[in-house]
């Protein structure tokens, strides 16, 4: 539910005039200030080898790329739908480990992913009967993609180090591709906020969807184990579309319902199968 609010602090950034660029710059930056605190906290050194700083680069690199195509995806289409979209990630995961890694795609497997392409197929068009943007929707695939990759490269790496000194390694190296892109590609230097409101939007984000997501899912994952972990994260999605319809008045029919219900179940059958 706490990664689920990232719609709540960027659209509201956004409505103050920020960029994408800018609100991820201010919500890794919180989060890394408050994982280091965390670090020390426990004691834990910040050491790490030339091998580790290779893998938590490219880490960095497919964090920033799939948070800033997430992020920009709200310009184009509902956040409520793009955090559904997001959510197909599980069922990447899947593909990319049968394609490099020769895993055997399951019967299950495929009836998820057709399952998934269904509530695709009811989400294409938005709430009003508009079709959705196929730059949003472009961006939320790459996103996923990323996001997929990273997971993938995560579970092979298998670094010797806690979650939590990884993430923030990854959010640090991921600063610097952002401040990369942003100078290069992007609205240039993030500015300094000049609102109360806008610090504590970055706060927010940078707290509930960033470090208590990664602290509380790592606590659930000892407690009572992955699989239910990822079955409960079916709750992120939820909660960004009750957060978009509530507090931004996005429209939600009875298909996109449904849609979204067919791409969470197809989710929830990979994990409960797993």
């Known amino acids: 539910m706490c990664y689920g ?3 709540l602090g960027a659209l509201h950034l ?3 005039g920020h960029s994408p660029e800018t609100v991820l710059f201010y919500r890794f930056l919180t989060a890394a200030l408050l994982l280091m605190v965390v670090m020390l906290s426990k004691g834990s050194h910040f050491k790490i080898s030339f091998r580790e700083f290779r893998a938590l680069v490219a880490f ?26 997001l959510f197909l990630y599980p069922l990447e995961v899947s593909v ?5 890694f020769k895993e055997r795609i399951k019967a299950w497997t495929i009836a998820s992913i057709a399952v998934s392409m269904a ?9 009003d009967g508009s079709t959705l943007s196929s730059v949003g929707c472009l961006l939320v695939f790459l996103s996923s993609l990323s996001y997929a990759i990273y997971m993938v490269m995560a579970n092979r790496i298998n670094l010797q180090m806690g979650s ?25 230097l993030p500015p300094l906020f000049t609102q109360a409101s806008s610090w504590g ?20 994952v000892r407690i009572v184990g992955s699989t239910p972990t990822a ?9 960004a579309v009750t957060i978009g319809v509530m507090v931004f008045g996005e429209t939600l029919t009875t298909r996109i319902m449904a849609g979204i219900a067919l791409i969470l179940g197809s989710v929830v059958l990979i994990a409960a199968k797993k």
């Not at 993430?167 to 992007?186: D, E, K, P, R």
């Not at 939007?201 to 659930?220: D, E, N």
């Open 231 to 239: 079955i409960l994260g079916a709750l992120e999605p939820v909660t």
């Open 201 to 220: 939007w970055g706060f927010m984000l940078g707290l509930v969807p960033t470090v208590l997501s990664l602290i509380f899912m790592v606590k659930a």
């Open 5 to 7: 609010t990232n719609p």
């Open 96 to 100: 990319l480990m049968a394609i490099f």
């Open 14 to 16: 956004y409505a103050q």
């Open 60 to 85: 960095g690199f497919l964090f920033a790329a799939s948070s800033l195509t997430y992020y920009a995806s709200f310009k184009y289409m509902d956040a409520g739908l793009a955090s559904t979209l």
């Open 119 to 127: 509530g695709v197929a009811l989400l294409y068009r938005g709430g």
């Open 164 to 188: 939590v000194k990884m993430t923030f390694y990854a959010i640090c190296f991921c600063l610097v591709f952002l401040l990369l892109y942003s100078v290069t590609l992007g609205a240039g």
